[in-house]
C-alpha cells in the first residue's frame, strides 16, 4: 500500500469509528475529559433553562420525541443568551431498571442537538419516582442512563431526584446508598438534589444532615415564593447548607395567576436578587407554556391550570414580556427598571401594577391627561375601605436590605380633587408581616398642575420587601399619576 493510500485508509477508518462510536466516547478521544472541578465551575455560572416542549411536557417529551422541534426550541433558547439546558428523564418512559434503547438514544439525540446550538447540558434523573425499595434496580438504571455522559464535557451535572423530600424516611435510605454509586461510576461528576418551594430553606438543611456521609456537591433551591422577599429567601438557602454552594435551579410564576408583566418582574426580581446574594446560576421555569393535552393526564400537574402557564414563550410560540427578562439577564448581567412600567406606557399584559381596595375605586390607565408619552393612571370617584384607600401598587427590582436608604417619587394632578392622593411605602418582613409604611406629601385639594411627590425613606429593621402605592380615596374628583421612579 503506498503512503497517499495509506493515510486515505486511515482518515477513512478514523471518520468511520467516529460515527459507530456514541458521541461522547468520539469526543474523549480527542477532548480531555472534564474534572470535578471544571464542571463545577460551569454549574456555578451556568445560564440555564428548565426544557419541555409545548405539546409534549413531562413525560411524553420522550414518548412523542420530536428532534425538529426540539432543535427549534434550542435554537430560541441559545438566542436568550443560554449556555445550558436541564432535561428531566423518567424511569417509567425510558425503560426499567434496563433502560431501552430506543430511549437512551432519544437522549443522546437531545444532548447532541443542545451541543449543536452551544448548549450544555444538565440531567434529573428520577422524576416520577417512588420505588424506594429497590435500590439495586435504581443504581443499575441510573448507571446505564449515565454511562455515555460520565466523561462527556456536554453534560455538566446531574440530579439524582427531582425535588426530593426529606421527611420521607424510606427515600432518604435509598438516596444514601444511591448516591455513593452513581459517585463510585461518575467521579467527576458534579451531583446533586433539589427540594419543592414548599420544602425550602429548611429541607435542604435536613438533606445536608441526613447525607453527612455522602454529601452532594451543591444544593438545588427550586424557589417559587414571593419574588419581593427572594433575596432574604436565598440567603436563608445558602445558610442552610453553608459552606457548599447552591443554584436557583427552578423559579417563576404562573402568567395564569398574574399578569404577563408582573411574571416578568417577578423573573426580574429573582435574577437581581441572585446577584446580591452571590448566586451566579438562575434558571426559571419553563421555556414555553403548554397547550391543551400536552401534560400527560396521569399526573395531577394537568388538572392544574397555573402549571400551563409559566413559560417565557406562550404556546404559540409568541414571546411574553418574561423572555425579554431573561435576554436582558444573561446578555446584560443588568436589569432595569423599565420592566416596570412607571410610566404607564407598556400595554396591559405586560404591566405589573396591580389593584388594592379595587371596590374603592380602581384605578384605570387612560390617555386622556398623560404628563410624558400617551398614558398615565387615573382615580374618579372614589371612597375607602375599613382596609385603607384604593390604590394601585408595585414592587421594586432591586431588593430591600434593612438600613438602607430609599426614594421614591411621581406626579400627580387633580381636577375637583377630594379626599386624600399620596404615595406610600409599605415595609414588610420576611414572613410578609407588615411593618409599617412611610407616605409621601399629599396632593393639594381642587384643580392642580402636575405636582411631585416624594418620599426619602430608610428600611427598617427586619424589612426584606417594600411596596409602593399611589392612593387616592375619598375623591369626588379625578386625579392623575404619572412618570413614577423608585431608588
Not at 455538566?156 to 426530593?164: C, D
Not at 417559587?224 to 410564576?253: C, D, F, H
Not at 425613606?457 to 369626588?476: E, I, R
Amino acid at each position: 500500500m503506498t503512503s497517499t493510500r495509506f493515510r486515505a485508509y486511515i482518515l477513512t477508518f478514523s471518520f468511520l469509528l467516529c460515527m459507530v462510536l456514541p458521541v461522547s466516547q468520539a469526543q474523549a478521544a480527542t477532548t480531555a475529559a472534564p474534572t470535578m472541578a471544571d464542571r463545577m465551575a460551569a454549574v456555578k455560572v451556568a445560564k440555564s433553562l428548565n426544557y419541555y416542549p409545548s405539546d409534549a411536557g413531562w413525560s411524553a417529551m420522550w414518548t412523542n420525541f420530536n428532534a425538529t422541534r426540539i432543535e427549534q426550541d434550542m435554537a430560541k433558547i441559545a438566542a436568550l443568551g443560554a449556555d445550558n439546558v436541564r432535561v428531566i428523564v423518567f424511569p417509567q418512559a425510558f425503560g426499567y431498571p434496563q433502560p431501552k434503547t430506543e430511549y437512551t438514544e432519544k437522549l443522546r439525540k437531545f444532548i447532541s442537538i443542545a451541543d449543536a446550538k452551544g448548549l450544555t447540558v444538565k440531567v434529573t434523573l428520577f422524576d416520577w419516582w417512588a420505588g424506594y425499595t429497590d435500590v439495586a434496580n435504581s443504581v443499575t438504571w441510573a448507571k446505564a442512563v449515565l454511562a455515555p455522559y460520565v466523561n462527556d464535557p456536554r453534560v455538566i451535572a446531574v440530579e439524582v431526584k427531582n425535588e426530593f423530600q426529606p421527611n420521607d424516611t424510606a427515600a432518604v435510605t435509598w438516596v444514601r446508598q444511591v448516591i455513593p454509586a452513581i459517585r463510585a461510576a461518575a467521579p467527576a461528576m458534579p451531583l446533586t438534589l433539589s427540594v419543592d418551594g414548599a420544602t425550602g430553606a429548611a429541607g435542604m438543611a435536613k438533606i445536608k444532615a441526613e447525607l453527612t456521609a455522602t454529601p452532594l456537591d451543591y444544593y438545588d433551591f427550586h424557589f417559587y415564593g414571593n419574588s419581593e422577599r427572594s433575596l432574604a429567601e436565598i440567603r436563608k438557602a445558602q445558610a442552610a447548607v453553608a459552606p457548599s454552594p447552591i443554584v436557583i435551579g427552578e423559579t417563576g410564576v404562573s402568567s395564569a395567576v398574574v399578569s404577563e408583566g408582573e411574571q416578568a418582574a417577578y423573573l426580574a426580581r429573582v435574577f437581581r436578587a441572585a446577584k446580591e446574594a452571590g448566586v451566579g446560576s438562575v434558571s426559571p421555569w419553563t421555556l414555553n407554556d403548554f397547550s391543551t393535552g400536552a401534560i400527560p393526564s396521569n399526573s395531577i400537574v394537568s388538572t392544574l391550570p397555573a402549571q400551563y402557564k409559566f413559560g417565557l414563550y406562550r404556546a404559540n410560540g409568541t414571546a411574553k414580556l418574561a423572555a425579554s427578562v431573561v435576554r436582558t439577564a444573561w446578555t446584560t448581567g443588568t436589569m432595569p427598571n423599565s420592566f416596570l412600567n412607571l410610566g404607564f406606557e407598556a400595554a396591559e399584559v405586560d404591566s405589573p401594577w396591580r389593584e388594592n381596595q379595587p371596590q374603592a375605586g380602581a384605578g384605570v390607565v387612560t390617555t386622556d391627561m398623560p404628563r410624558n408619552g400617551t398614558k398615565s393612571i387615573k382615580f374618579a370617584g372614589t371612597t375607602r375601605t375599613s382596609a385603607g384607600l384604593p390604590s394601585v401598587v408595585t414592587a421594586p427590582i432591586t431588593p430591600v436590605q434593612a438600613g438602607y436608604r430609599w426614594r421614591a417619587e411621581s406626579f400627580a394632578r387633580g381636577i375637583n380633587a377630594t379626599g386624600t392622593t399620596e404615595m406610600s411605602l409599605s415595609w414588610f418582613d420576611v414572613n410578609g408581616k407588615w411593618l409599617g409604611q412611610n407616605l409621601s406629601n399629599r396632593l393639594p385639594a381642587g384643580n392642580t398642575t402636575w405636582t411631585k411627590l416624594v418620599i426619602e425613606a430608610t428600611a427598617p429593621a427586619g424589612a426584606t420587601s417594600v411596596q409602593l402605592h399611589l392612593k387616592s380615596g375619598d375623591n369626588t374628583g379625578t386625579v392623575w399619576f404619572d412618570d413614577v421612579a423608585m431608588s
